[in-house]
């Protein structure tokens, strides 16, 4: 398995940037698809993006595309999302997941991961 761990959250204004990183250890980080996925209170945790094993793929829920950009980088071990023109509804904790394939993940869903990181809040005032 391999082990995730998110930073970056924090609180941010309407209209700002963010990115959030992930870091990873444990089994070969290459071997794994990556994807970010966010639960807001009172709500299922949802997909938000993801990418392939040699990151050449990268693909996006409806509600970021154009706004959010999934990338990574093997040799360090660390994927990123770096989110621009952020919104009040992207408020929630984000999630950092390792899966199979980058194709699968918004069709699976939760159950894509194989590994979870611990999660970090991001929070976008209005």
């Known amino acids: 398995q391999v082990q995730l761990v998110e930073s970056g959250g924090g609180l941010v204004q309407a209209g700002g940037s963010l990115r959030l990183s992930c870091a990873a250890s444990?089994?070969?980080?290459?071997?794994?698809?990556l994807g970010w996925f966010r639960q807001a209170p009172g709500k299922e945790r949802e997909y938000v993006a993801a990418?392939?094993?040699?990151?050449?793929?990268?693909y996006y829920s409806d509600s970021v595309k154009g706004r959010f950009t999934i990338s990574r980088y093997n040799a360090n071990n660390t994927a990123y999302l770096q989110m621009n023109s952020v919104k009040p509804e992207d408020t929630a904790v984000y999630y950092c997941?390792?899966?199979?394939?980058?194709?699968?993940?918004?069709?699976?869903?939760?159950?894509?991961?194989?590994?979870w990181g611990q999660g970090t809040q991001v929070t976008v005032s209005s």
């Open positions: 990418i392939s094993r040699l990151g050449g793929f990268a």
């Open positions: 997941a390792a899966g199979p394939t980058g194709t699968s993940a918004q069709d699976m869903g939760i159950k894509w991961a194989v590994s």
């Open positions: 444990g089994r070969i980080f290459s071997s794994y698809a």
